[in-house]
């Protein structure tokens, strides 16, 4: 391996990696188990977390890098930090590699900022008065100007990560690490940070980004990456990349059919009066599924027996994206349905129709069975089932309205046809 | 727009960013120890110095072994002082990768300093223990000689061995959790083995010079002659001859290599093993 190399103009240039982990069946952790069992360590499993990674990033690329959990991506940025040592294959880096794998490593809770910072930079490869020196400029960057002398105990996350934020950019490099530090804090501060990325890849100097939210990669990334399994499976256009894996998570999630995932057998109450037995969502043609394309109607069911007689009990289920926003919440009391009466050993089918305008991403059903006041329940069912809504793109809203933009010049300017119209939304 | 902060940071050797690190490390270590509680440093500070009161008071008004001794509390505080240092750098330095498992997979920088800080951090106590058992030895009637000035590097020697032990246990300690309680009972072995609570005297002949195999115990033994004068014997005397000298000498270099050897051959995939 060699480092520092410079060979043309790419910044980075991985040929061939390949990184192996030994998985021990049984570790032998402390020396007697070793003395009684010399021969088990070797009974382990090797598991090649990177195999014939190959690319070339180029200086002042801002480099992303998707694929799934397990996939490498960690790994591989490891690899790139000096962290891990690939088994074979080669990584040239030209230039300073600064690792932002994690925001605030090795901050100590029990210390104040200026200490934190200090220690914070003596890893990045800055003496302590240097640091000393720009410890203000630090903490006007990270906005904490009046917190100098608080704790770190006493800072609030987001506090945390402006500080780790800002503590790990004051050391100069060519090429910087990121790794989804971006997920945390609020979007003002990862505004800032990208910002900050897109000012450092006006220097020409280089970002590799890690991340699974595909909306920054296609926004921000001048290429893409995708890893699957430790293997290159796309390397190119950020769109054709996203493409790519997408396409390959839906072939994976219709081979993994209706199977309900174990955190969708999860909370439920209600007095047993009546019982959900089914949950599911249809298609149009009446067909189960559990992936669906947005802008097709799809029906939410559930299939339920009484136990006891009821009157007039109230139907309903709400409908929540990843972030347990609300996207759809209905139930027969707001449309005054009277139900009816209802037999122990009746069943029934509770459905609801929509137009599906969520917008991409995983949803799940809670459906409900309550009595005529709608306060007590016969059963409630948290997430009971899950769907995956596809889209054409991801827009980070919660549902895809369709709508129309439109680009006008103001009035000073001779009146003319509009410049731009555009047509969007779920059609 | 805000403008970022940044240094280019000095052109890094992995030397100078080991340097950096041990120094930031063990100062942090050291606020973190004793700032948080000025008693809590007062006690970590006299923790040898209470033992030391229990012991002399055992060994010359009870057991009666240091009552006949020149100088016993002198040489009593002075073994003590360095073998807590020791035992000190070594416990905390043992587990110091393991605890610091986050920072190690995290980042790259020169893992040994991390242990190093550690002993940093310890030998800081040592420096202000020694001062007092200087001081004791003005009050207990040892004038103050040249000599004095040649306990430096001998407890530099000291230092460097604390060092490599806490490297050792350290990168050990990643694959081999057992390695602790261990390294306890042989520090509690070390600790009767070692003239410190008596002078090499009270060892029959014979044995004297198995004692002296002990890099520790050559130390405080030359260290007492250099204290003291001439009422202590130097090592030389107690060996023999300087010749027999080379054997401790030989464990002392021959555990620096190991620790080393060991430490460079396994810094590479401690990120892995954490």
């Known amino acids: 391996m060699t480092r520092g190399s410079d060979r043309g103009r790419a910044a980075v240039s991985c040929s061939n990696i390949w990184k192996q982990f030994r998985l021990p069946y049984d570790r032998p952790y402390t020396l007697k188990q070793r003395v009684l069992h010399p021969k088990r360590s070797h009974a382990a499993r090797v598991l090649d977390a990177l195999k014939d990674v190959s690319f070339d990033v180029e200086a002042g690329e801002f480099f992303g890098v998707i694929g799934r959990n397990g996939s490498g991506k960690s790994t591989l940025l490891k690899c790139l930090a000096g962290i891990y040592v690939p088994n074979q294959g080669d990584i040239g880096v030209a230039g300073r590699v600064s690792p932002f794998i994690e925001l605030g490593v090795g901050f100590n809770p029990e210390l104040t900022a200026l200490d934190n910072v200090v220690v914070n930079a003596a890893l990045l490869g800055i003496p302590a008065q240097d640091a000393r020196r720009s410890f203000p400029e630090v903490m006007r960057f990270a906005e904490l100007e009046e917190f100098e002398n608080l704790k770190l105990k006493n800072y609030s996350s987001g506090m945390y990560v402006r500080l780790g934020f800002a503590a790990a950019i004051q050391a100069r490099a060519e090429i910087y690490l990121v790794d989804e530090v971006l997920a945390v804090g609020d979007a003002q501060f990862q505004e800032k940070c990208f910002d900050t990325f897109r000012r450092l890849k006006r220097e020409n100097r280089t970002v590799i980004y890690v991340t699974h939210d595909l909306a920054t990669v296609e926004r921000f990334c001048d290429r893409a990456l995708l890893l699957e399994r430790g293997e290159v499976m796309a390397l190119g256009e950020p769109t054709d990349v996203i493409k790519v894996y997408r396409r390959r998570n839906l072939e994976e999630e219709q081979e993994a059919g209706l199977r309900p995932t174990t955190e969708e057998a999860a909370r439920r109450w209600g007095d047993g009066s009546a019982e959900i037995l089914d949950a599911w969502f249809e298609t149009d043609d009446g067909t189960r599924q559990r992936v669906l394309l947005q802008g097709t109607t799809v029906t939410f069911k559930a299939r339920i027996r009484f136990h006891s007689a009821m009157d007039d009990p109230v139907f309903g289920v709400i409908i929540k994206n990843e972030r347990e926003d609300h996207v759809l919440v209905t139930n027969t009391l707001f449309d005054e349905l009277r139900t009816g009466r209802f037999e122990a050993g009746d069943e029934i089918v509770y459905s609801a129709s929509f137009e599906l305008l969520f917008a991409d991403g995983v949803h799940t059903a809670s459906p409900a069975v309550a009595y005529q006041d709608a306060q007590r329940f016969a059963d409630w069912q948290e997430d009971a089932v899950s769907m995956i809504v596809r889209g054409d793109r991801f827009s980070g809203g919660i549902v895809d309205l369709p709508h129309e933009t439109l680009v006008e010049r103001t009035a000073e300017t001779e009146p003319r046809a509009p410049q731009a119209r555009v047509s969007s939304g779920a059609e | ?274």
Do not use: C
Not at chain 2, 107 to 116: E, M, Q
């Open chain 2, 1 to 274: 727009m805000a403008v970022y902060p940044e240094i280019t940071p000095r052109e890094l050797r992995p030397a100078r960013h080991f340097f950096y690190v041990a120094l930031a490390l063990s100062r942090m270590e050291f606020k973190l120890r004793y700032f948080g509680s000025v008693l809590g440093y007062l006690w970590s500070f006299l923790r040898p110095f209470l033992l030391f009161g229990v012991l002399y008071v055992v060994f010359t008004k009870i057991v009666r072994a240091g009552a006949g001794v020149e100088h016993y509390p002198v040489l009593l505080l002075f073994g003590l002082v360095l073998f807590n240092f020791l035992a000190d750098a070594t416990m905390m330095g043992l587990p110091s990768l393991v605890s610091r498992e986050s920072l190690l997979r995290k980042v790259s920088f020169p893992r040994a300093s991390i242990p190093i800080a550690v002993t940093a951090t310890a030998a800081a106590n040592l420096g202000l223990g020694l001062v007092v058992v200087l001081l004791l030895a003005l009050v207990n009637g040892v004038g103050a000689r040249a000599s004095w000035l040649l306990l430096f590097p001998l407890v530099l020697g000291v230092i460097v061995f604390a060092a490599a032990l806490a490297l050792l246990l350290s990168v050990l300690f990643v694959r081999y959790r057992d390695v602790q309680p261990v390294w306890d009972v042989a520090l509690q072995f070390a600790f009767w083995a070692t003239p410190i609570i008596y002078t090499i005297g009270f060892i029959p002949e014979r044995y004297r010079q198995f004692v002296m195999l002990n890099p520790l115990a050559v130390a405080v033994e030359q260290g007492r002659h250099w204290l003291v004068g001439s009422e202590v014997p130097t090592a030389e005397a107690v060996m023999g001859s300087y010749a027999k000298l080379l054997l401790p000498a030989a464990v002392f270099v021959g555990v620096i290599a190991l620790s080393v050897w060991t430490f460079r051959r396994r810094s590479a995939s401690i990120a892995e093993e954490l």
